[in-house]
């Protein structure tokens, strides 16, 4: 068994939406970041690749090669994905928390969860994404940004 844990943060700037979870969240701001900003998505992908040693989203997928800028994350869970089961794993279970005061997270979990479950091809049984609040403490609770935070378990796949 391998378990790994992931966690991201993105600051808030101009716009009027926001992307979690692969889902396109309608807001009053946008997310500062090269790729589309998704936290839960890049948590989740340092979780799957924490848990076998393979480094970070970072080294798979830096910031600063052009081919990744504005990228729908889906790309990347998809291609850590493949990566994991290349490396004998697979997903046992996954555990999401996104953190941040507003937008409000709950209207979108169960899409959320269809999004993650699809891309890591395993059943919704096995994603779970929730969210909360800091109680106007920190960053998050000022409103500057969203957070989130991911832990995977993994196991040898069975060969048969």
């Known amino acids: ?26 807001f009053v701001k946008g997310i500062e970041a090269h790729s589309d900003g998704d936290v839960v998505i890049h948590a989740l992908c340092d979780a799957l690749l924490g848990a076998c040693a393979l480094g970070d989203i970072g080294k798979h997928f830096p910031d600063s090669d052009p081919q990744f800028k504005s990228r729908d994350s889906r790309f990347f869970l998809k291609s850590v994905a493949k990566l994991i089961y290349d490396n004998g794993y697979e997903l046992i279970n996954l555990d999401c928390t996104v953190v941040c005061e507003k937008p409000k997270i709950s209207p979108y979990i169960s899409v959320m969860r269809e999004n993650l479950a699809s891309d890591l091809n395993v059943s919704l049984e096995q994603v779970s994404v929730k969210a909360t609040t800091t109680e106007l403490l920190g960053f998050t609770g000022r409103g500057e940004g969203v957070a989130a935070f991911a832990v995977v378990s993994l196991a040898p796949m069975n060969e048969e």
Do not use: L, N, Q, S
């Not at 790994?4 to 979690?20: K, L, N, Q, S």
């Open 1 to 26: 068994m391998r378990v790994g844990h992931g966690f991201d943060v993105h600051r808030f700037t101009a716009g009027d939406y926001v992307v979690i979870g692969g889902v396109k969240i309608p």
